[in-house]
């Protein structure tokens, strides 16, 4: 039966929220080594602009769609074509937060896995072969990683059960500023290694040659991905969204942070890198593979920094993972609750047992399963780049293009400009509108095919 929704207390609970799903594995797992495989600070650069003016205006257009329609992504699908001609790319949508949330829980499975190792002080003594040792024996056996993604998937559930204010609100409101402070703490320590400032300049001092199509696309998949666009994930929190809050602020500053939470992660692992004579293009095993072993020398120099940095980092890690998971998990449930009208208990239990049961064959595929192939992809590799390379550009497509073209320019004025009440919002109406209508889709388009032919 569908029940009256929820919304968020004020401001700050929308920005610890957006921010929350924004700000995860994307940042903390996935930036850091993408700017190693892609040259360092130009990647940065490409990332900063393809945050502004492509990821920001695709913020943008979820947001209105869920604050003003007020259901999930089906519901706006069918009540925009109503002929269900285009039904599929509803399905399109809803299948990219169920394949996120399945390869994610695997990751934060990860990190709490090494939360565990942490405290238990395994990081003390550990060189850079036992380091890669590790992770690859905990990886590849069948199942530990499935236990710890299991613990991981019934945490978010929890969470999502306790409902929008007790739990989705409540638990980012107390978790993002404790996360902020522990990344902070780790970016001073790991600047102050001997030999840092390689790190340091790594990513800040940008190599202009080394931008081709491919780093522009992994720029722009990184910001959809670290932004959590075009799986529905901030059209249903602006669903939450009261009337009187801005889009725009919610907006920038969702990018802000998570923008300087991207660059805060860089800074905390890259210059621990070099000052530990590794090469920094070592690709989505950076954090699990090489940063123990770079904990563990410190613990040469101080035994009590040793131990508590590697805590607080996968602590940080383990947070941030739960914010931007409870976000997609939110998405299907919020599909199955509100479209197909399932009760609250069916409804998280679904979400559930599919997360858990598409992640096993994923954390398989680093085992048992390592040897089976899709064009050329392990199933967890295959599942991360049909998302970041694909769906999610449909999904932002999709919505830009409803709001661009099938919502009423009244309809989205009113929206971005709380029914013409805030002034700034009404001096950029215009420009940001032409922008969504014909600019955004044509970017995306381009950005898409050069994936699929480049």
Same mark, same amino acid.
């Given at each position: 039966m569908k029940g009256k929704k929820e919304q968020f207390s004020n401001r700050f609970a929308v920005i610890a929220a957006m921010a929350g799903s924004a700000i995860g594995l994307g940042n903390i797992w996935r930036f850091p080594y993408m700017v190693g495989e892609n040259g360092g600070g130009a990647f940065v650069i490409v990332y900063l602009i393809c945050s502004v003016f492509l990821a920001l205006p695709c913020f943008f257009s979820e947001a209105i769609l869920g604050r003003h329609s007020g259901t999930g992504i089906m519901g706006i699908v069918k009540s925009k074509f109503p002929e269900g001609k285009l039904n599929f790319l509803g399905v399109l949508c809803i299948l990219s937060p169920v394949l996120i949330l399945s390869f994610y829980s695997i990751v934060g499975g990860w990190s709490l896995e090494y939360l565990v190792k942490a405290i238990a002080g395994d990081f003390n003594s550990m060189s850079e072969t036992e380091s890669v040792r590790v992770f690859n024996d905990y990886s590849s056996s069948v199942w530990r990683p499935i236990l710890t993604h299991f613990v991981f998937l019934t945490t978010t559930a929890v969470v999502v059960s306790l409902g929008v204010k007790k739990g989705i609100e409540k638990f980012n409101k107390i978790i993002m500023p404790v996360l902020f402070v522990l990344m902070v703490l780790i970016v001073v320590f790991s600047m102050s290694l001997p030999g840092a400032e390689a790190g340091l300049s790594y990513i800040l001092k940008p190599d202009f040659s080394k931008i081709d199509?491919?780093?522009?696309?992994?720029?722009?998949?990184?910001?959809?991905?670290?932004?959590? $666009?075009?799986? =529905?994930?901030? $059209?249903?929190?602006?669903?939450?969204?009261? /009337?009187?809050?801005?889009?725009?602020?919610? =907006?920038? $500053? !969702? %990018? %802000?942070f998570d923008t300087a939470f991207a660059i805060l992660a860089g800074l905390a692992i890259m210059p621990a890198v070099f000052s530990a004579g590794i090469g920094p293009s070592s690709g989505p095993g950076l954090v699990y593979e090489t940063l123990p072993y770079i904990f563990s020398?410190? =613990? *040469?120099?101080?035994? !009590?920094?040793?131990? $508590?940095?590697?805590?607080? &980092? &996968?602590?940080?890690?383990?947070?941030?993972?739960? !914010?931007?998971?409870?976000?997609?998990?939110?998405?299907?449930?919020e599909y199955l609750r509100y479209d197909r009208l399932y009760s609250k208990k069916k409804a998280i239990l679904t979400v559930f047992l599919i997360g858990f049961l598409i992640g096993i064959p994923c954390s398989m595929s680093f085992g048992v399963l390592k040897g089976f192939t899709l064009w050329g992809l392990t199933l967890f590799d295959l599942?991360? &780049? !049909? *998302?970041?390379?694909?769906?999610?550009?449909i999904g932002s497509l999709l919505f830009c293009m409803?709001?661009?073209?099938?919502? /009423? /320019?009244?309809? %989205?004025?009113m929206e971005i400009t709380n029914n013409g009440e805030k002034k700034f919002a009404k001096l950029i109406f215009k420009p940001l509108y032409l922008w969504i209508r014909y600019v955004l889709p044509f970017g995306i388009i381009i950005i898409f095919l050069t994936n699929l032919f480049v």
């Open positions: 199509a491919d780093v522009i696309c992994d720029a722009l998949g990184q910001s959809f991905f670290s932004l959590s $666009l075009g799986m =529905g994930t901030i $059209l249903v929190y602006s669903t939450f969204m009261k /009337k009187s809050e801005s889009i725009i602020g919610s =907006g920038v $500053l !969702t %990018v %802000v020398s410190m =613990g *040469t120099v101080s035994p !009590t920094v040793g131990y $508590l940095v590697p805590l607080l &980092f &996968f602590l940080a890690v383990l947070m941030a993972a739960l !914010t931007s998971e409870i976000s997609m998990f939110e998405v299907i449930y599942a991360d &780049f !049909t *998302t970041s390379n694909f769906l999610m550009f409803i709001v661009g073209w099938k919502m /009423k /320019k009244e309809e %989205v004025y």
